[in-house]
C-alpha cells in the first residue's frame, strides 16, 4: 500500500512540474510566435482551463498521499528532506490557489470582454506565478534528494 501511494505522490508532482515546464518553455512561447492576441489568448485560457483541472487533481493527491507517507512513518522520524518539501510543496499550492483565483480569472474575464492588453497583462502574470512554482518544484525535489 505505501509503494502505491508513494506512486502516486510521483505521478502527481510529474504531471503538475512536467505541465509548468510544458507551458512556460513549450506553449507559451510557440503561441507567441504564431499567434495574435486575439487568438493566443482564448487558446491559452481553454489550455489552463484542463492543465488546471489536472493540477487541482494532483494537488489533493499530493497533499494527501504526503499526509499518509508522513504519518506511515511519524513526522518526528521523517527526514529534513520531506520537512523541506512539504513545506514547498505547501507554498506553492497557495501560490497556485492565488495563481487560480486571482489572475486566472481575471484572464478569463478579460477573454470574454475581449480586452486583449489585460489578458495579456494577466498571462504574464500566470507566467511569473508558474515560474516561481517551476523553481520550488526543483527545490522540493533537491530537498528531497540530498536531504532525505
Same mark, same amino acid.
Given at each position: 500500500m505505501y509503494t502505491f501511494i508513494k506512486f502516486l505522490h510521483l505521478v502527481s508532482a510529474i504531471i503538475w512540474l512536467g505541465g509548468i515546464t510544458f507551458m512556460l518553455f513549450a506553449l507559451r512561447p510557440a503561441l507567441g510566435e504564431q +499567434?495574435?492576441? !486575439?487568438?493566443?489568448?482564448? @487558446?491559452?485560457?481553454? #489550455? @489552463?482551463?484542463?492543465?488546471?483541472?489536472l #493540477?487541482?487533481?494532483?494537488? #489533493? +493527491? +499530493? @497533499?494527501?498521499?504526503?499526509?499518509?507517507?508522513m504519518g506511515h #512513518?511519524?513526522?518526528?522520524?521523517? !527526514?529534513?528532506?520531506w520537512h523541506l518539501m512539504a513545506g514547498i510543496g505547501v507554498l506553492m499550492? @497557495?501560490?497556485?490557489?492565488?495563481?487560480?483565483?486571482?489572475?486566472?480569472?481575471r484572464l478569463q474575464a478579460a477573454v470574454a470582454a475581449a480586452d486583449w492588453p489585460e489578458g495579456g497583462r494577466r498571462a504574464n502574470q500566470i507566467a511569473q506565478l508558474a515560474m516561481v512554482n517551476f523553481w520550488l518544484g526543483w527545490l522540493a525535489i533537491a530537498a528531497i534528494t540530498f536531504l532525505a
Open positions: +499567434l495574435t492576441p !486575439p487568438q493566443r489568448l482564448p @487558446l491559452l485560457a481553454k #489550455v @489552463l482551463r484542463r492543465f488546471f483541472l #493540477v487541482w487533481s494532483a494537488i #489533493v +493527491l +499530493l @497533499l494527501a498521499s504526503g499526509g499518509f507517507m #512513518v511519524g513526522a518526528q522520524a521523517t !527526514p529534513l528532506g499550492c @497557495l501560490i497556485f490557489g492565488h495563481l487560480y483565483f486571482a489572475p486566472y480569472r
